[in-house]
Nanobody
Framework: QVQLVESGGGLVQAGGSLRLSCAASGHTFSSYTMGWFRQAPGKEREFVAAISGSGGTTYYADFVKGRFTSSRDNAKNTVYLLMNSLKPEDTAIYSC????????????????WGQGTQVTVSS
């Protein structure tokens, strides 16, 4: 069982930055691929980024490439999402998730989810 808790969301102006954190419980954190997803009001959940267990491989949705960076610190059981050049359309609830599968972008393949953190970008 893995429990995930996100933090770092908030209100930021367009062009600004935020860093989200996702703290995980358990002793096998490095064996999990971690993903970031977001869901805006009235829209389906969408993939944002994923990072392999070692942190050596990352994958991003096209709409965040060059702006968002995912990293992890396995010693701290924490994964991060650094979001730069934020746009109003980035406004959503951002959630982290964990899976034993090798890098995947499909929400249904993630077994554990955090409660999410709200990110609001004003224009």
């Amino acid at each position: 069982q893995v429990q995930l808790v996100e933090s770092g969301g908030g209100l930021v102006q367009a062009g600004g930055s935020l860093r989200l954190s996702c703290a995980a419980s358990g002793h096998t954190f490095s064996s999990y691929t971690m993903g970031w997803f977001r869901q805006a009001p009235g829209k389906e959940r969408e993939f944002v980024a994923a990072i392999s267990g070692s942190g050596g491989t990352t994958y991003y949705a096209d709409f965040v490439k060059g702006r968002f960076t995912s990293s992890r610190d396995n010693a701290k059981n924490t994964v991060y999402l650094l979001m730069n050049s934020l746009k109003p359309e980035d406004t959503a609830i951002y959630s982290c998730a964990a899976t034993k599968l090798i890098l995947t972008t499909t929400p249904l393949r993630f077994d554990y989810w955090g409660q999410g953190t709200q990110v609001t970008v004003s224009s």
